[in-house]
């Protein structure tokens, strides 16, 4: 019975969940997180000094542009007062979808276009993600949506089920 006692601490203090240790090389501007997912971000966001690699509430996103790959979904993050800007990407499986997450939108409009490289890729603004919580869509490779209030919005690019071509590819993505 005592040592049933001694092992049950231990076994907690072994279950308890580590926060995960982070890697960052100055080389490529990459951060690699031990839990096995990738997050990489813009050449300019480290030179900022302001690298952020978790999203607790004691922590502010002031700068950074990080993208994370989970499965079959590429999750892209950008501060609102970054626009206009141009994000280039690629999708290299047909399942893929790109979520591209403008934290602190103040704008009244989103207006943006997907530019694929090859012509013939079949690509869309599949739904935008208001910041009350409603979705939107589908869209074509051009979006121009009146936002009526300020906050987070996502804009989910993915295939296009109601057209052939191809879905893999680099593609850029035009914001104002």
Do not use: H
Not at 13 to 36: F, H, L, M, P, R
Not at 38 to 44: G, I, K, L, R, T
Not at 139 to 167: C, H, P, Q, T, Y
């Amino acid at each position: 019975m005592k040592k049933l006692l001694l092992l049950i601490p231990i076994f907690l203090i072994s279950c308890t969940k580590e926060i995960a240790t982070a890697e960052i090389t100055t080389e490529n501007d990459s951060v690699i997180v031990s839990d096995g997912t990738f997050v990489e971000s813009d050449s300019d966001s480290f030179a900022n000094g302001k690298v952020i690699l978790n999203d607790d509430d004691n922590s502010t996103e002031t700068d950074p542009t990080f993208r994370v790959v989970q499965g079959g979904k590429i999750t892209k993050t950008i501060d609102g007062n970054r626009l206009p800007l141009k994000i280039s990407d690629e999708f290299t499986s047909s399942d893929q979808q790109y979520i591209l997450q403008i934290k602190n939108f103040k704008g009244k409009k989103i207006t943006g276009k997907i530019i694929p490289e090859n012509p013939e890729m079949n690509i869309r603004f599949n739904q935008i993600k208001l910041p009350n919580g409603e979705f939107d869509g589908p869209f074509g490779v051009d979006l121009n949506f009146e936002i009526d209030r300020n906050g987070e919005i996502w804009l989910i690019v993915g295939k296009n089920l109601m057209a052939s071509g191809a879905s893999t590819g680099k593609f850029s993505i035009e914001l104002k």
